[in-house]
């Protein structure tokens, strides 16, 4: 259950997977942040938290509303019976090709935030897993004790100062702030999965991608036992909660 939280969060917020399930995606990541080693000699301003600012919210909730109906109406149905007729292990198969290629982003991400020994971690399960893992297939590294710690664009403008900027709710992407959208787009050309070709095999991974985070929210919702009566608001403090957790690597300040 713990690779497949961390699974999950490396799909969201690498292939633009968790987002596309708006809300939903935080009810699920609410308290499932992991504590990871301290921050590197950066110090990002605690801007990166903002968790009250929300000047758009009338307009963010219509859009909340927009996905939570897509999600209900179209990707629920169809995460159900991806569950159903695709086997355990060829699910995790492609999950795991999937968490590959953000190794490669994390790695990355952790240079530019001088996390030389994150950095390092991540660049050996890239190659570990890419050869012997037959292309990412399998997770040899995590059973080798080299364990996936996902970093992104949007936490990278966060350790360098850039703050948060006001809270927002993509359509189909979900939460998001100004600063995550903006490294969003600006990374997306650049994404390891956009170079994958035939598009035919990369929108293939995407939407694996998709199905594969839907089904952990599946199951993660109907353990969970949780009643919420503002969804909105609830996703919305998760999300921003979360996303200050994994800033601070864990720590975030009092």
Not at 41 to 56: E, G, I, K, Q
Not at 84 to 89: D, K, R, Y
Not at 146 to 172: C, I, K, M, N, R
Request: hydrophobic share 45%; glycine share 6%; no cysteine.
């Amino acid at each position: 259950l713990e690779f497949r939280r961390v699974l999950f969060r490396s799909v969201a917020s690498a292939f633009e997977s968790a987002h596309f399930l708006g809300g939903t995606t935080e009810l699920a990541a609410h308290a499932n942040d992991l504590a990871v080693e301290p921050l590197s000699f950066f110090n990002p301003a605690d801007s990166a938290a903002v968790l009250a600012s929300d000047p758009f919210e009338p307009v963010n909730r219509l859009v909340f509303g927009f996905n939570e109906q897509l999600d209900r109406r179209l990707i629920r149905p169809v995460a159900r019976v991806y569950l159903q007729t695709l086997p355990g292990p060829l699910r995790d198969g492609f999950s795991n090709m999937l968490l590959n290629l953000d190794d490669l982003v994390s790695f990355l991400n952790q240079l530019l935030q001088a996390k030389p020994s994150k950095a390092a971690v991540s660049l050996a399960r890239f190659i570990f897993n890419s050869s012997f893992g037959i292309v990412g297939f399998f997770d040899i590294a995590s059973e080798a004790g080299l364990y996936h710690e996902s970093e992104d664009l949007g936490q990278t403008f966060a350790v360098w100062g850039v703050p948060s900027g006001p809270y927002v709710v993509l359509p189909l992407f979900g939460p998001s702030t100004f600063r995550d959208a903006s490294a969003r787009g600006l990374f997306q050309p650049f994404a390891p999965i956009r170079q994958i070709k035939p598009s035919r095999t990369r929108y293939s991974l995407i939407a694996t991608g998709l199905l594969s985070a839907r089904v952990e929210l599946l199951e993660v919702s109907q353990s969970s036992g949780l009643l919420v009566i503002d969804r909105y608001l609830f996703a919305r403090d998760a999300f921003l909660q979360r996303r200050r957790n994994q800033i601070y690597d864990g720590e975030p300040p009092d």
